[in-house]
């Protein structure tokens, strides 16, 4: 499959080639070496196209089972949401345990639930075997924003407790969240002390320098233009071939139209986050106390979290065309002075923007394309854990065990309606509803 000019777009619409975005993870990353363009023609077992969590964690997991394995990314490791994103390690599916065993049954939902599990051990496994420097704390709160909605959270969380025993989860009155969260709008929510936050892009740089030392060729600036499927499948980039007895799509939501088949299940769209100036501890303290990461319940969701030098990362706000808004500081800022009306007078020193993948269904979308190509994405804003597994999953596979990888590729991934014309204005229609659903 070629990538057309419309495939590409979103690769080259709002940044410069081959640079990270001014964010403030790019600002504060631990060092990011430059990796050399593919050239000349070149062959491997394995080439993984994209350096993001599942490529990265893909590339390790096979090293180390002893193939050799090229990474080819368009721009940087980690450039594209897995170096922007919200730094959220979550625990489950995105789609709540008990609304997913309605949808695919008991069996298949806890199937999926342990690996979600496994994910989230994961990364930590991860940072602490190769000692990645990305600032891992413990902690997600999820807060309501209509007291309707806590009836519902204390019920998920005895489900969880009692059903699946998961117990690193409790419910959290209205009255001891005002005391956690110096937030507005909020009622009740639950505490997650199973799952995590963490600095996203240096995560990333830390697979890859894992990978790099089990002997994981990686080439940056090396989009892949053309893949011809066979034995041995072909790409091509700008400067060079690579034939390869196995592939691994890993581009998420910058897949394009490489595959049109997971292109129909799988949607990009952009987020954005802001980094307010450093708040210093006391301050920093009183909108969040325990230093854990939060998200709400609005279906356009807020998320947010305190960096290692006490500023406010917050994220809001969505689009669904190829551009990011003019303006991204302006543009998330009015959902934070919603949340913290406090911080009206605070400088906003960063904002940025990412494109992620979702699927109609929220699940992620694994997909065999043929006997020796497989595809991983679709996210759906839970990529920090779920991507990393992806990637060990993927790997499972190649190397012959698809047990983990048939699992997840049961899990309903629809096509979106409208096909690739119209589906982000049919979804941004959605969107306004869900928004203007949110407000009311």
């Known amino acids: 499959m070629t990538a057309t000019p419309a495939s590409r777009r979103l690769l080259h619409a709002n940044d410069r080639d081959g640079e990270y975005p001014a964010s403030y993870y790019a600002a504060t990353a631990s060092g990011s070496p430059a990796h050399a363009p593919l050239t000349g023609d070149a062959a491997c077992d394995v080439a993984v196209i994209g350096a993001g969590y599942s490529g990265l964690s893909c590339a390790l997991h096979l090293a180390e089972r002893g193939y050799d394995v090229v990474v080819l990314d368009a721009h940087r490791v980690g450039w594209g949401a897995s170096g922007r994103n919200g730094g959220q390690v979550g625990t489950g599916q995105r789609l709540e345990q008990d609304e997913l065993e309605k949808r695919v049954g008991e069996t298949l939902a806890r199937q999926a639930w342990a690996i979600a ?86 995560y990333a740089l830390g697979i890859a320098a894992a990978a790099l030392a089990r002997g994981v060729r990686i080439h940056e600036r090396s989009e892949v233009l053309e893949v011809t ?61 325990d230093d854990v990461c939060v998200a709400d319940s609005r279906f356009v969701i807020n998320y947010y979290r305190l960096s290692a030098d006490k500023r406010l990362l917050f994220g809001g706000g969505e689009n669904y065309g190829y551009r990011f808004p003019r303006d991204i500081k302006a543009f998330v800022r009015r959902p934070l002075l919603k949340v913290y009306p406090q911080l009206a007078d605070t400088r906003i020193d960063y904002g940025w923007g990412g494109t992620l993948a979702i699927t109609m ?11 020796n190509r497989l595809s991983i994405s679709g996210y759906s804003g839970s990529g920090v854990a779920m991507a990393t597994c992806a990637g060990a999953i993927a790997a499972e596979a190649v190397d012959g065990v698809a047990t983990r990888f048939d699992v997840m590729n049961q899990l309903p991934t629809p096509v979106f309606p409208g096909g690739s014309r119209l589906r982000s204005p049919l979804l941004a229609l959605a969107m306004t509803w869900y928004a203007l659903r949110d407000r009311l």
């Open 361 to 371: 269904s929220r699940l992620p979308h694994f997909e065999r394309l043929d006997g």
């Open 229 to 289: 499927p066979g034995d041995p499948v072909r790409l091509r980039t700008a400067s060079g071939s690579l034939r390869a007895r196995h592939v691994v799509y890993a581009c998420n939501g910058y897949l394009g139209d490489l595959d049109r088949r997971v292109a129909a299940r799988v949607m990009p769209i952009n987020n954005f986050i802001i980094a307010t100036e450093p708040l210093g501890e006391a301050r920093a303290r009183e909108l969040i106390r």
């Open 117 to 202: 599990a496994d994910a989230t051990a994961l990364v930590k496994d991860l940072v602490r075997r190769h000692d990645i420097a990305c600032d891992l704390k413990p902690g997600a709160l999820h807060v309501n924003h209509r007291a309707r909605f806590d009836r519902h959270s204390r019920a998920y969380v005895d489900f969880l407790n009692e059903r699946y025993d998961y117990r690193e989860i409790r419910y959290v009155p209205p009255d001891e969240l005002a005391g956690m969260l110096g937030a507005s709008g909020y009622s009740g929510g639950s505490l997650d002390t199973g799952a995590a936050h963490l600095h996203p892009l240096n």
